[in-house]
């Protein structure tokens, strides 16, 4: 490797700072002209000073146990320390630069100097920094109203729903009418609440957490809380469910919850038939719901889940079968509807068997 007198020896264009030192006397030996630009100090200023003057002054004794670190541990790619706090480097005026720090060792000669030697690329990271900063902002006030749906709203409707059960006894006929419209929507108010905070809890985690789950007691569990809810729908389960596990995560409940309510809310018919079915495959089992409704047109099979648009503003029923499909994509399912000659609707959950089902 060469240097010219300005000691810009490694290529110009290349976009982060590269800075090379002995490892033994800490000394910089070379550097590229972004390390220039970064630090604001030249070529030769920078091949005059020690790599961990680089670095804030008042932490100096952190900086070097991470330059050990790096050096014995390398390759390594590091822009925090254990506590969290990011990594700093200092400009010639002061400034505080946060960076992330890809370093690894130097087999072969620099300036005269044996190896093995230290490399280390500094990128600018404050942009990042700054948009996790305003994303973790947005996720506490997400947290904030997922509380507030989940709890404060979702009790005030529910004490109207049971106020106005209470006043049926009490209204003429024209008057539980409108009871019970107050009542439906009321119940299907409860009911967004819920998609909103199971949406919100979707939004809020941050890593995959998909793991074996038991689809039989799941897919019963959810089918119980339905009949209870819903006295006057006629839900049967054809054949068996198998007692099978599939990856996904514990929300996978909520994807059934969605689909059973959807099928009976917008179903048109004196009573609402809902049939569930399952059946197992290779490597995926597929869970079918079919109703007795008005059915799907089929222009709008796509579009119901909000697929390519935004979940409240597709021409879907809404928050509850956007949910559905963005749970059943995280875990690397599929999700569609068939149409039955409009004698109703089926909606179809395919999921991943887990390893070793």
């Not at 590269?18 to 006397?25: E, G, R, S, W, Y």
């Not at 960076?99 to 600018?124: K, S, T």
Request: charged share 25%; aromatic share 6%.
């Amino acid at each position: 490797m060469t240097s010219n007198p300005q000691r810009y020896g490694l290529s110009k264009g290349y976009p982060d700072a590269v800075v090379i030192a002995d490892p033994d006397t800490r000394g910089i030996i070379e550097t590229n002209r972004a390390a220039a630009d970064l630090f604001g100090r030249s070529g030769d200023e920078l091949c005059s000073m020690e790599i961990l003057a680089l670095h804030p002054s008042e932490d100096r004794e952190r900086y070097r146990v991470l330059f050990d670190q790096h050096f014995e541990n390398q390759p390594a790619t590091i822009s925090r320390f254990e506590d969290g706090s990011p990594v700093y480097v200092v400009t010639a005026d002061g400034q505080h630069v946060p960076v992330e720090i890809n370093a690894w060792v130097l087999e072969e000669e620099v300036h005269g100097h044996e190896p093995p030697l230290f490399q280390g690329v500094f990128r600018d990271i404050s942009v990042r920094l700054d948009y996790e900063r305003r994303l973790e902002e947005q996720r506490d006030g997400l947290k904030v109203l997922n509380q507030i749906l989940r709890h404060d709203v979702r009790n005030d409707l529910q004490l109207v729903t049971a106020y106005a059960e209470i006043l049926t006894d009490y209204v003429d006929e024209d008057g539980k009418e409108y009871l019970t419209t107050i009542r439906t929507s009321a119940t299907n108010a409860v009911e967004l609440t819920q998609s909103a905070h199971d949406m919100a809890e979707v939004m809020l985690t941050t890593e995959d957490d998909s793991h074996p789950v038991n689809l039989r007691n799941t897919l019963e569990a959810k089918l119980e809380e339905i009949r209870s809810a819903y006295p006057g729908a006629a839900i049967t389960v054809e054949g068996s469910i198998p007692a099978t596990t599939v990856s996904a995560n514990d929300m996978l409940a909520s994807v059934f919850r969605n689909l059973l309510t959807n099928a009976i809310e917008h179903n048109d018919k004196e009573v609402a038939k809902i049939r569930v079915s399952v059946t197992e495959h290779d490597q995926t089992v597929r869970v079918r719901i079919a109703d007795n409704g008005p059915g799907v047109p089929d222009d709008r099979t796509e579009t119901i889940f909000g697929k390519g648009e935004k979940g409240l503003e597709s021409e879907g029923t809404g928050i509850g079968l956007y949910l559905v499909e963005t749970l059943v994509d995280s875990y690397g399912g599929d999700v569609w509807v068939e149409d039955v000659d409009s004698k109703g609707a089926v909606f179809v959950v395919e999921l991943p068997l887990a390893r070793g089902s």
